[in-house]
Each structure stands twice: as structure tokens, then as C-alpha cells.
């Protein structure tokens, strides 16, 4: 049973215009998440994380938007560039304890020029 | 600034051989996690290390063992490797609770 769930395999965008990728979650000991992105044959570099005490978190391009009551996320990217085209990952994690990720199955976004 | 360094970057093994990977986290890191990524998959949590001591268990399967040494480094040992071993290997580190795992590169084992 896929404890975090990205329902949309792929995403294709214009650049220039917002990409929104969804996670959601049904393990409610969840409290921190993380977004991934991954380039082919690297390894998943950590792009921005949140804290069930917030509802928002920006750095530059990026916001990260949490629905404690729905158990749901977004990342929004905005403008997209062409350089955003990768793998993304939903992570989740309880907070307390040295308890690994949770990871989603991933969204493939590609950003047109 | 200093990454997961892990080792070797490739590794092509013959079925029933074994196979060392290795992983030197971040310094000041004292947690080692490893993850097994399938062609098309999610990555799956494997083991993880705090202190040298084993934290967590996931979906390791038996043939494989693993250790976080005094300087920190991990190794994952996989011993009668079969054909579904085939995957990319990622250790991730990370200090203490609450704190970002960063992620080394990758080790992508083939088994043939």
C-alpha cells in the first residue's frame, strides 16, 4: 500500500508558465516532507522541505504548499525553465526518531521551450 | 561543498557473486540510509544507521547486510546476487532527526 501517492506519472508545461505537481499521503504519523528532483542516472538532489507547522514554504522558484487536513502537497514552480525537466519525488517522514523516507513513485516534468 | 561520495559509481557482477558498495556521508552526518531504485520504480528504504547502530529495517532482503563504521562510512554487502538485484543503489545521510537527507550519486549494480 503506497503510503504517498504522486498520481500523475508526467507533466508537461510551457516555460515560462507554473508547474504544479501533487503528493498525497495517508500515513498520519507523517509530519515533514520533502520534495526531490532527479536528473537520469543521479541521485535525488533535495530541492525544499515543510514542517506540518506550516502551510507554506518558498525559496525563490519554489513552493511548497501543505494540506494537513486533506493530507496533501503541492509543489509550484514558477516561471518553469527548461532546466526544470526532471523526476520529481515526494518524500515523507515523522519527524521524530531516525525514520527513513517514505518516497512517492515520481513525477516526470517536462518544461517546453 | 562536501557531498555523499559513494563508491564505485558501476558495478556488473555475474549471478550467485558478491558485492561491496560503499558510502561516506557528509561530514558531521551521523545517520546513513540506503535505498534500492528499480528501472521505472520509486526508491525503497533498505537499512538505515545512527551512531553505528542499525535504526531501521525496510525491505532488505536476506542475503544482504550492512554497517556504519567508526568514521561513519557505510558499506551494504550483497552476497548470492540475482537477476532482480539489477538496480541503482542510493545511500542518503543526514544529521540527526528533522533534517534533509542528502543523497550520494548512485551506484548502479548489474547483474548478469
Known amino acids: 500500500d503506497q503510503q504517498v501517492k504522486q498520481n500523475s506519472p508526467s507533466l508537461s508545461v510551457q516555460e515560462g508558465r507554473i508547474s504544479i505537481l501533487n503528493c498525497d499521503y495517508t500515513?498520519?504519523?507523517?509530519?515533514?516532507f520533502l520534495w526531490y528532483k532527479k536528473y537520469p542516472a543521479e541521485g535525488p538532489t533535495f530541492l525544499i522541505s515543510?514542517?506540518?507547522?506550516?502551510d507554506k514554504n518558498e525559496d525563490g522558484r519554489f513552493t511548497v504548499f501543505l494540506n494537513k487536513s486533506a493530507k496533501h502537497l503541492s509543489l509550484h514552480i514558477v516561471p518553469s525553465q527548461p532546466g526544470d525537466s526532471a523526476v520529481y519525488f515526494c518524500?515523507?517522514?515523522?519527524?521524530?526518531?531516525?525514520?527513513?523516507?517514505?518516497f512517492g513513485k515520481g513525477t516526470r516534468l517536462s518544461v517546453i521551450a | 561543498a562536501a557531498g555523499v561520495i559513494q563508491s564505485p559509481r558501476h558495478l556488473i557482477k555475474e549471478k550467485r557473486e558478491t558485492a561491496t558498495l560503499k558510502c561516506y556521508p557528509i561530514?558531521?552526518?551521523?545517520?546513513v540510509y540506503w535505498y534500492q531504485q528499480g528501472p521505472g520504480q520509486d526508491p525503497q528504504f533498505l537499512i538505515s544507521?545512527?551512531?553505528?547502530?542499525?535504526?531501521d529495517k525496510g525491505s532488505i532482503p536476506d542475503r544482504f547486510s550492512a554497517q556504519q563504521f567508526s568514521d561513519y562510512h557505510s558499506e551494504l554487502n550483497m552476497s548470492s546476487l540475482e537477476l532482480g538485484d539489477s538496480a541503482l543503489y542510493f545511500c542518503?545521510?543526514?544529521?540527526?532527526?528533522?533534517?534533509?537527507?542528502?543523497f550520494g550519486q548512485g551506484t548502479r549494480l548489474t547483474v548478469v
Open positions: 544507521f545512527y551512531e553505528k547502530m542499525q535504526s
Open positions: 561530514p558531521r552526518h551521523d545517520t
Open positions: 518524500a515523507a517522514s515523522p519527524s521524530s526518531g531516525n525514520t527513513p523516507l517514505v
Open positions: 500515513n498520519s504519523m507523517f509530519d515533514y
Open positions: 542518503a545521510s543526514s544529521f540527526r532527526t528533522y533534517s534533509e537527507a542528502f
Open positions: 515543510i514542517s506540518s507547522i506550516k
